[in-house]
């Protein structure tokens, strides 16, 4: 089955950086679009940023721009998620997803990770 493995999350403090990884498997990752998504405790899952399947076209939250990038590399069959001037509400788990094409709707996505946790302290 899929599977898609996020790495690369932890306690960073205000204004920090990290870079989040996700690898997939058993899937023809050059064929799907790749998101990252978000939820922080007793708050709906976010969009936060979805990249196309060649890399070309990505698109994000307003919340991210210019303080997140997403990228892929294919023949890793990994997506990341880089991530600066991070701030305390940017505290969440996030979650990688594939998907047949870019959506910010979750409901677009085939398959999801287990989710790594990010905390930024203040």
């Known amino acids: 089955h899929v599977q898609l493995v996020e790495s690369g999350g932890g306690l960073v403090q205000t204004g920090g950086s990290l870079r989040l990884s996700c690898v997939a498997s058993r899937l023809t990752f050059s064929s799907y679009a790749m998101a990252w998504f978000r939820q922080a405790p007793g708050k709906e899952r976010e969009f936060v940023a979805t990249v196309n399947w060649s890399g070309s076209s990505t698109e994000y939250v307003d919340s991210v721009k210019g303080r997140f990038t997403i990228s892929r590399d294919n023949a890793k069959n990994t997506v990341f998620l880089q991530m600066s001037s991070l701030k305390p509400e940017d505290t969440a788990v996030y979650y990688c997803?594939?998907?047949?094409?870019?959506?910010?709707?979750?409901?677009?996505?085939?398959?999801w990770g287990q989710g790594t946790q990010v905390t930024v302290s203040s």
């Open positions: 997803a594939a998907g047949p094409a870019k959506s910010r709707t979750d409901r677009r996505y085939n398959y």
